[in-house]
T-cell receptor, first 115, second 112 residues
């Protein structure tokens, strides 16, 4: 039973295309996130959703649009893909609670390559 | 959130303790110290976190100095599978607005 799953694992596409990455968590968490890890291995948060509401949007281009149909899913749609979008995208989830205990559980990542 | 400083890399022998240092001299009173690690080609994994007191779980121990300006993550018996990038993160807990800001981390290499 995978706690946080992402599909697809690999995605190769051409510039200008539109693509989506799906994320599902079966942990019953109320908060989900998208992170981007670029070629230099820096891991940066993009979005977070809490109970299907957008909480964090870290100056991500409008071409990126997250969608949360329910608490267990957070999908990432990318329009007009550019070369610079090539990266590994990680989904994560957590259960926000008191005392700072909200460890995030990460998915296996989706490696996006734009050619 | 306060910044952290970690060495770029370190290594240790299999079976020995790995002590990973982290400096966070500008930490404020309501900020927690978190440790995550990322094994090659996998998503980051939560290890441990603490506020003031030392903490221990099944994976590691976290030692926080009394002035809270630095901490050490201890893997008591390192194995080859512990080879990874370890991230020390300091953050305030603000509920759903909390976010993890990853730095460069320290690359731990466990040698046979």
């Amino acid at each position: 039973d995978t706690a946080v799953s992402q599909t697809p694992k690999y995605l190769v596409t051409q510039m200008g295309n539109d693509k989506s990455i799906k994320c599902e968590q079966n942990l019953g968490h109320d908060t989900m996130y998208w992170y981007k890890q670029d070629s230099k291995k820096f891991l940066k948060i993009m979005f977070s959703y809490n109970n299907k509401e957008l909480i964090i949007n870290e100056t991500v281009p409008n071409r990126f649009s997250p969608k949360s149909p329910d608490k267990a899913h957070l999908n990432l749609h990318i329009n007009s893909l550019e070369l610079g979008d090539s990266a590994v995208y990680f989904c994560a989830s957590s259960q926000v609670s008191r005392g700072g205990r909200d460890e995030q559980y990460f998915g296996p990542g989706t490696r996006l390559t734009v050619t | 959130d306060a910044k952290t400083t970690q060495p770029t890399s370190m290594d240790c022998a299999e079976g020995r303790a790995a002590n990973l240092p982290c400096n966070h001299s500008t930490i404020s009173g309501n900020e927690y110290v978190y440790w995550y690690r990322q094994i090659h080609s996998q998503g980051p994994q939560y290890i441990i976190h603490g506020l003031k007191n030392n903490e221990t779980n099944e994976m590691a121990s976290l030692i926080i100095t009394e002035d809270r300006k630095s901490s050490t993550l201890i893997l008591p018996h390192a194995t080859l599978r512990d080879t990874a990038v370890y991230y020390c993160i300091v953050r305030r807990f603000t509920g759903a607005n909390s976010k993890l800001t990853f730095g460069k981390g320290i690359t731990l290499s466990v040698r046979p």
